[in-house]
């Protein structure tokens, strides 16, 4: 009698784990990876610096440094060379990139590879709802805020350095 249980419960799994292994083969199995998509053409002399996606991951901007030198790749076109770039970012639709480039101790700001007016010091830059770019910049120790080229008075600070 304890023979033809254990030979019941035996035969009982083998069904189960045929049934199982049957049942996946058949269902569509859901994968994270999509085909590969090349996100810029950088030059092999290049490296490979920071990269800054758009909020629906569409296009990418990628800083790229060559003889001590920083530029963008955004696809296949390339932005001007500069001592630095910091602060690469899109805007929410995704349309539009922006960062701070950095020469002979000047900061600009370009957006869309069109370089904006020079400053002795730019914080953080935002774009700000309807696409405008806004960000606070330091000319001869005064402080001003810019919005769409748009200048401010000048201050002797800004008490939040949040914009």
């Known amino acids: 009698m304890k023979n033809i249980c254990c030979l019941l419960i035996f035969l009982f799994l083998s069904v189960c784990l045929a049934a199982c292994d049957h049942g996946s083969r058949n269902q569509q199995k859901v994968g994270f990876v999509r085909d590969s998509v090349k996100l810029a053409d950088v030059p092999k002399d290049c490296a490979v610096g920071d990269a800054s996606f758009s909020p629906l991951g569409q296009g990418v901007v990628i800083t790229v440094?060559?003889?001590?030198?920083?530029?963008?790749?955004?696809?296949?076109?390339?932005?001007?060379?500069?001592?630095?770039?910091?602060?690469?970012?899109?805007?929410?639709?995704?349309?539009?990139?922006?960062?701070?480039?950095?020469?002979?101790?000047?900061?600009?700001?370009?957006?869309?590879?069109e370089e904006g007016t020079a400053y002795d010091s730019i914080g953080k830059i935002i774009f700000a709802p309807g696409g405008r770019i806004v960000y606070e910049a330091m000319a001869s120790g005064k402080w001003q805020v810019v919005s769409d080229k748009k200048v401010s008075e000048s201050f002797d600070g800004i008490m939040s350095r949040r914009l």
Request: aromatic residues 12%; charged residues 20%; negative net charge.
């Open 65 to 113: 440094a060559k003889d001590n030198k920083q530029t963008i790749y955004a696809g296949s076109e390339s932005g001007a060379f500069y001592d630095s770039i910091r602060d690469l970012l899109f805007s929410e639709s995704g349309t539009s990139y922006a960062y701070i480039a950095v020469n002979n101790g000047k900061e600009h700001v370009v957006v869309n590879k």
